[in-house]
């Protein structure tokens, strides 16, 4: 099993639409989680991070934690073209200092 | 502020050849990070630094090796390279502490290819 999965997708949605991105983890001693998203040629750029004592909302975006089934997932309000790019979830192994553990990334498509 | 800053962007090396990755973290950031990404997947975490010690090494050959300095930026060493190092290159800054599970936040990269 790999420790942070993701679907790599594509995930396509219309504008206007909620896009919904999953991550799960396997240490179960994780405190954190962070959201990443990476244009193509582009690093990735952080955009939500949550611990491990509830779900955070900043703007369009939802991250929400579901700790007894060790799943993260990722909400985009009213997608915009512009949110067009792969979702990259990492998780920090209990631990082992600030080792990020990266899924594969969700390559998201909103059309216009 | 200026975020973290990596040189240089772009590099083409040979097979054989040998190369250093530079890494400046946001101003008051203790904690470097580098990560290996290759197209389609998501980076691989190669060290870690914090206060000029290593934290942490991912599943990477000796040929990989990193240093920080007092001023907390950091260098990526690569010996002997081969194709399969052909990749871009990340570097992260975060605050540190004890258990570092406060955010990372990366640099442009240096896209590294071998020819």
């Known amino acids: 099993q790999k420790e942070v999965e993701q679907n790599s997708g594509p995930l396509s949605v219309p504008e206007g639409a909620i896009a919904s991105l999953n991550c799960t983890y396997s240490?179960?001693?994780?405190?954190?989680f962070f959201w990443y998203r990476q244009y193509s040629g582009k690093s990735p750029e952080l955009i939500m991070f949550?611990?491990?004592?509830g779900d955070k909302e900043d703007g369009r975006f939802t991250a929400q934690l579901n700790k007894a089934s060790q799943y993260v997932s990722l909400l985009i309000r009213d997608s915009q073209p512009s949110d067009s790019a792969t979702y990259l979830c990492?998780?920090?192994?209990?631990?082992?200092?600030?080792?990020?553990?990266f899924g594969q990334g969700t390559e998201l498509s909103v059309k216009p | 502020d200026a975020g973290v800053t990596q040189s240089p962007t772009h590099l083409i090396k040979t097979r054989g050849q040998q190369v250093t990755l530079r890494c400046s973290p946001i101003?008051?950031?203790?904690?470097v990070s580098w990560y290996q990404q290759v197209l389609g997947q998501g980076p691989q975490f190669i060290f870690q630094?914090?206060?000029?010690?290593?934290?942490g090494r991912g599943n990477f050959p000796d040929r990989f090796s990193a240093r920080q300095f007092p001023n907390y930026s950091s260098e990526l060493n690569v010996n002997a390279l081969l194709l399969g190092d052909s990749a871009l290159y990340l570097c992260?800054?975060?605050?540190?502490?004890?258990?570092?599970?406060?955010?990372?936040?990366f640099g442009d990269g240096t896209r590294l290819s071998i020819l």
């Open positions: 992260a800054s975060s605050w540190g502490g004890k258990q570092n599970y406060q955010p990372q936040h």
């Open positions: 240490d179960r001693g994780s405190q954190s």
């Open positions: 949550i611990y491990s004592n």
């Open positions: 990492a998780v920090p192994l209990y631990n082992q200092g600030g080792k990020l553990i």
């Open positions: 101003s008051g950031h203790k904690s």
């Open positions: 630094y914090y206060e000029k010690e290593e934290r």
